[in-house]
Structure formats: C-alpha cells, structure tokens
C-alpha cells in the first residue's frame, strides 16, 4: 500500500509538465478564489464524472463544506446526503455493486472513523471506492494545535493511520503543487487494484487554482471493471419470494453484514437507475441503517423493500444463541410511513401468513409500482434455510475448537 502526503513546509517547485490525464442538493455557486475553472475543487469533481461516478454520497460537516460545493456545482454529479457517515459508505458500496465504482464525501475524524466501517467492507468485497474527506486547513499541519472533531491530540495522522490497511492507496492532499497527482494516482489505483482509497483534502484548497489544474483533465483511459455481487441478509427463504415472470426487476439480497442493508440499498437504486430494485432485509440489519429510508424517499424511489421480522440476529442464533441475539420489536410499518410524513410516495404493509404476502406483491408490482413499497413480513425466529442451519454449524465448530497444546 502507498501514501501520497503533501509537503508541510510549504510550496515546492512546480513539477515539470501538468499531469493530463435530485435527492440531490440544488445547485449552488462556491466562492471561487481565481480562476472558477482551475480548481482543485472542480478537478477532483471532473475525476469522478471521467471514471464513472454520478452520485456521491454525503454528510456535511465543518471541514468539507467548501469541496461539497464543488461537487454539487459540477453538472455531472448529484450529491445526495445521507443521515450519517456510515451510511453513506455503505450507499457508495451499493453504488459500486451497480455501477462499478463508488464515491462518498465525510469530514474529518468524526466523520473518516465513522465510515470506516463501511470502507472495510468494500475492501474485503474488492469493490472500488473512493472515500473523500475534507481535512484540516493546510496552514495548521505542523503546528501542534489541537482541532475539534479530532481525538484531542496534536497529530493530524491518527485518521489516516486507521484508513491505511482498509485501502489501497492514502492521499493526503495538502499543497497544490502535488494536488493533482495525487488525486488522479489515487482514483486510478482504486480502479486498478480495485479496491477503496483514501483522499483527505485541506479544507481551505478546494477553490484554490493551480495551473495544473487544467480546465477540462484529459480523460483517463482506465475502464472501472464492473463489480455486481449478489448480496442476501435475512437467510429466511426470500427465494421464496415469488414475483412476476420478466418483470425485469433487480433482485438484491443481502449476505452477512449487518450494515449492508438500507444504506446500500439506497447506494445500489441510485446506481440500477434502469431497473426496481428490491431488497430483503433483516430486522437487525434494519436497526442499524433504517433512517436513510428517509434519503431513498427524497430520491424518489421506487425499491420494494421486504423487511424480514424475526425478532433478532437470527444468522447469529445459528451459530451460537444467546439473549443478546433477541432485539427490541418495532412497529416499523409505522415508523416508515412516520419518515414518510406524507412527503413523497410511499406504500407500507404487514403480512403474517402466504395469502397476505401475495397480495402485498401484487400490489407492490402493479398499483403501487411507482411508490417505494415497505412490506414488513413477520416469521418464526427458527424459519431458516437448510444452508444456514449448516453454515452455521460449521462456522460454531470452527470458532469452538481448543487451543493449541503450548
């Protein structure tokens, strides 16, 4: 793994030869310092147009302010804003499913170890992912002050060091004269190694100009490899799930991580822009993510959500039960169409046996077709699949098995 770090000490001479290389925000006008079409700002937003990145997921916070105006202005991007950090991580991760390569925007520390999570993830998956984060002003690196939204320690350093082994590549970008190679090396390796990096920018650089920054980059000639994982949670039968012949209808299951539920639902819907997208999702992994259903609302979406009620972790009841695999039952019919408000389209239904989960789909596939659909479908906590009773007997011998003799 590689870290590009701009100089502290100040300007260094220029390198010889430029590098040529709606649930969304409206869009607004940066306060450009120079030239409006030379800036770091635009350059990193162009980038991500040039590989393929059309929505980055975002939370605001005090350092990246200034670099989320130069996303929202730039014409081939939308910038969709999500209820946290980890979310939206988990929303590039989806968007990488579908699109071959994602990108989310945090700040810095409360938001870069927040998302860290979600990086981790897509490391593991081999998915590329850009995660930007705007950084501390150039000018107080090197100066022992303590920042807020940091861990109260001088050391600037402490955020990249937890994001070198999740990604492939670190950039910390701040200084001009380098800016640009390492935001164009970093994005090209994530498409290269495919795997996520890590672009901390200075707060303060964003509407800098530089002459490297060129008006219009020359385009990579890297294509993003295409990375669609059939994903599934729950483990309660949703093949079961019983939708109409050739309805053309993106199926997403989920496997696994808790967190790899409405989060990269939204990321995977706003990358499948052709297609419904429809997940089954576990109550558990609900609870970790549930707010950004309010994002795919104001997105307009129009995903069929099955929210699997069993009561708890039940992937981990079969590896090892315990009272700490039963979860705290929601009316969560309810607390959607409370994030509905009465703002957008949306359908919620609760069924309990096959008759009303059929008719729940009919509806969901025909009347209700341009709505998000949230059909909430109560099971036994022991309605499992035959492959997850044996994988997770095998996972409990694995993880129970002695130490070795010293």
């Not at 380098?178 to 164009?184: G, L, M, P, S």
């Not at 530089?210 to 385009?219: C, G, I, K, L, M």
């Not at 609760?350 to 059929?358: D, F, S």
């Not at 009773?389 to 098995?401: D, H, K, Y």
């Amino acid at each position: 793994m590689e870290t590009g770090i701009g100089s502290v000490d100040g300007p260094k001479g220029a390198p010889s030869g430029a590098v040529a290389c709606p649930a969304t925000f409206p869009a607004s006008s940066p306060t450009f310092v120079g030239s409006p079409e030379a800036t770091l700002g635009r350059h990193l937003a162009r980038r991500l147009v040039q590989v393929g990145v059309g929505d980055v997921f975002a939370v605001p916070g005090d350092f990246n302010l200034t670099l989320l105006d130069y996303l929202v202005a730039e014409p081939g991007l939308r910038l969709v804003g999500c209820c946290n950090e980890l979310n939206a991580g988990y929303a590039a991760d989806g968007y990488a499913r579908a699109k071959g390569v994602g990108a989310c925007a945090v700040t810095f520390t409360v938001g870069g170890l927040s998302v860290l999570n979600a990086i981790a993830g897509a490391y593991s998956e081999n998915l590329p992912l850009i995660c930007i984060v705007g950084g501390p002003n150039s000018n107080d690196y090197g100066t022992n002050r303590v920042l807020h939204h940091t861990i109260g320690l001088p050391d600037f350093s402490q955020e990249l060091r937890c994001f070198t082994p999740v990604t492939c590549y670190q950039a910390v970008v701040n200084n001009l004269d380098d800016a640009h190679e390492q935001i164009d090396k970093a994005i090209s390796t994530a498409l290269k190694e495919s795997k996520p990096v890590y672009i901390s920018v200075s707060c303060n650089l964003p509407s800098a100009p530089h002459p490297t920054f060129s008006r219009d980059p020359a385009p990579y000639f890297l294509a993003p490899s295409a990375v669609i994982a059939e994903t599934g949670d729950s483990w309660f039968n949703c093949q079961k799930l019983k939708l109409p012949d050739g309805c053309g209808y993106e199926f997403q299951m989920q496997y696994g991580s808790i967190g790899w539920s409405v989060g990269a639902l939204l990321g995977y819907a706003q990358g499948a822009t052709d297609k419904r997208v429809i997940a089954c999702i576990g109550d558990g992994s609900f609870q970790v993510t549930a707010q950004d259903v309010s994002t795919m609302l104001r997105c307009g979406h129009n995903s069929i959500i099955f929210l699997i009620n069993n009561g708890g972790y039940t992937i981990e009841v079969e590896i090892h039960d315990g009272p700490y695999n039963v979860i705290k039952n929601w009316n969560y019919t309810g607390l959607v169409d409370a994030i509905h408000n009465g703002d957008g389209k949306c359908w919620t239904a609760k069924v309990t046996c096959e008759e009303e989960l059929t008719a729940a789909i009919d509806t969901a596939t025909g009347d209700k077709k341009d709505c998000l659909c949230f059909i909430e479908v109560v099971a036994h906590k022991d309605d499992t699949s035959k492959e997850l009773l044996e994988w997770g007997s095998r996972v409990s011998a694995a993880n129970s098995r002695p130490p070795n003799p010293q």
